[in-house]
């Protein structure tokens, strides 16, 4: 029963982070279970995903009452970052994974960088100013997003926030609650593939969820009432310890 306290405590942790920013949290869960509860690699990455679908649709839920949520931009990602993602997990076998970790931790710190400089609006309410080349560019963002992640088992938050703010200049909060929109639907699917082929303990993912559902109330409601400017430097700082962690994976082979 200790290990199912364990399980929920850690996923309810990671699930306040990941709802306050838009993440889905797999960065802090995955390796939390492989270094701390001893899980093997698949289970941690099974029992992240359930997790995720908890927190997720937790933040989402709050975040769509407060109507920080953009349903018909979210979709239309969605679309294209599932499309790249499946084109990603078909060819990923040929190509270097290290190298591409490497790569994209170098891309992250830069996006990171330009989230820092790019000042927030005092405004959250309001829609996106896109046009339509702004939008074709952050179309084949999400394409490249969903391609690389899943060549590299990362989720989406991390990409589809900035997105959304730099390209799109979607505020940061509506970016937030249209990610964990997004992120929900992306981990459900994959929650039911590794499940139908029997990967990981139905037991833990139930206190996953549990814990998940738990920590994306409060992480969300923490967001909500959080300045918009201190959220994006909280973003901007996870983004620059992931990118960090990345980078260090794909140059010594450490698991995230």
Known sequence: MLSEISVLLIVSVAGILG???????????????????????????STSLASICGISLSSFLTYAQNRRVNYKLGVSLELFTFIGA?????????????????????ALIYVSF???????????????????RRLS??????????????MIGIGGGVLKVPVMNLILNVPIKIAIGTSEFMIF???????????????GSLYYKIFGMAGGFIGGQVGSRIGLKTQSHLLRRIFVAVLVCFSILMMIKGLVGIPL
Do not use: W
């Open 114 to 132: 330009m989230m820092y400089r790019k000042p927030e609006k005092n405004v959250d309410t309001e829609v996106f100013k896109g046009g339509f």
């Open 86 to 106: 499946l084109i990603g997990s078909i060819i990923a076998s040929k190509l270097s994974c290290e190298f591409l970790e490497v790569l994209f931790a170098f």
């Open 19 to 45: 709802s306050m920013i838009g993440v889905g949290g797999g960065f802090i869960i995955v390796p939390m279970l492989v270094l701390i509860l001893d899980f093997s690699m698949h289970e941690a990455v």
């Open 185 to 199: 639907f992306t981990s459900l699917s994959t929650t039911v593939s590794y499940h139908l082929q029997g990967v």
């Open 137 to 150: 560019f952050a179309y084949l963002s999400s394409f490249l997003a969903g391609f690389i992640a899943s």
